[in-house]
């Protein structure tokens, strides 16, 4: 495991690099209250809890999938590799309200450029939890992520590294 850089001036990011796609509390996958996530059925990764609702690409790769409700993105890297980020549990129960997509299927995006806004106290006045997962979805094998703890900065601080 590698340490967190919370603060550092915005890195380059390396191409086998994840970075934070939101500012917050960095948790273990293990503590997203959604058995998809928590016992990884989808792959291996970390998740966030929000302390705004500015949503960020964790990767530079072109948006595969953004759903109507706009609580989803699946990135794909140049290697195969595919990223999940989903905000929120239970969202797609709001039907896309809350949230506003900032970019759309097919769409390069540069690690750090914005994906999506998404209004945090809607989704808790809804009564749903508001972390955010990131889960390597294709080519996960052997991926580091950093210790779950601490605060993390939306495309500043590497939250892991892709294997090789």
Sequence with gaps: MFEPTPTAPAPRVAARELIAPVSGRLLALEEVPDLLYSERHLGPGIAVEPGD????????GTVRTCPGTHHAFYLDAP????????????????RGLGFLPL??????????????????EYLRIAALPTVCALVLTRR??????????????????RLGRLAL
């Design 79 to 94: 290697d195969g590799t595919q990223v999940l980020v989903h905000i929120g549990v239970d969202a797609h129960l709001l």
């Design 103 to 120: 970019v759309s299927e097919g769409q390069a995006v540069q690690a750090g450029q914005a994906l999506c806004l998404a209004d945090l």
């Design 140 to 157: 996960g094998e052997g991926a580091e992520f950093v210790e779950p703890r601490g605060q993390v900065v939306r495309g500043r601080t």
């Design 53 to 60: 609702g500015l949503f960020a690409s964790p990767l530079t």
